[in-house]
């Protein structure tokens, strides 16, 4: 697995990896520090949100020809656990490839291996 898309400002932030698994499966990791808490001293909620964007986003882009130009529409997001310091992982996978809008859900895992969020989302393709 290699970096799949260019770095950007809030990629090197977060320090989020993203990598294409197959066609319609992205995953995505970053190691949490202090630098992404809340005040309540664990991983802030709109961080996992960024992280889902970004790896579910490369799951749709996977599935479209090279430079096609796609947006979010909607992404639900539910909490199942806090998110404290430790490797965090992002799995997205395309469950509806549409012509003009796609379907992905998207889960978190925490440092221990236990799901602390998941996900469903919609992106169109603008090209």
Not at 25 to 38: D, K, L, P, W
Not at 77 to 84: A, E, K, L, P, S
């Given at each position: 697995?290699?970096?799949?898309?260019?770095?950007?400002?809030?990629y090197?932030?977060?320090?989020?990896?993203?990598h294409?698994?197959?066609?319609g499966i992205?995953?995505?990791?970053?190691?949490?520090?202090?630098?992404?808490?809340?005040?309540?001293?664990?991983?802030?909620g709109?961080?996992?949100?960024?992280?889902?964007?970004?790896?579910?986003?490369?799951?749709?882009?996977?599935?479209?020809?090279?430079?096609?130009d796609?947006?979010?529409i909607?992404?639900?997001?539910r909490?199942?656990?806090?998110?404290?310091?430790g490797?965090?992982?992002?799995?997205?996978h395309?469950?509806?490839p549409?012509?003009?809008?796609?379907?992905?859900?998207?889960?978190?895992?925490?440092?221990?291996?236990k799901?602390a969020?998941?996900?469903?989302?919609?992106?169109i393709?603008l090209d």
């Amino acid at each position: 697995m290699s970096e799949d898309r260019p770095t950007s400002p809030i990629y090197e932030f977060l320090g989020l990896e993203t990598h294409v698994v197959e066609p319609g499966i992205a995953i995505g990791r970053m190691i949490v520090t202090e630098q992404h808490f809340s005040r309540a001293q664990r991983m802030h909620g709109g961080l996992v949100f960024v992280a889902f964007d970004s790896v579910m986003g490369l799951a749709v882009a996977s599935i479209l020809e090279p430079n096609t130009d796609l947006a979010t529409i909607e992404i639900s997001q539910r909490f199942i656990r806090m998110v404290y310091p430790g490797e965090l992982r992002v799995e997205a996978h395309v469950v509806h490839p549409g012509r003009k809008v796609v379907q992905v859900r998207g889960e978190a895992w925490e440092y221990r291996g236990k799901l602390a969020a998941t996900a469903a989302g919609a992106f169109i393709v603008l090209d």
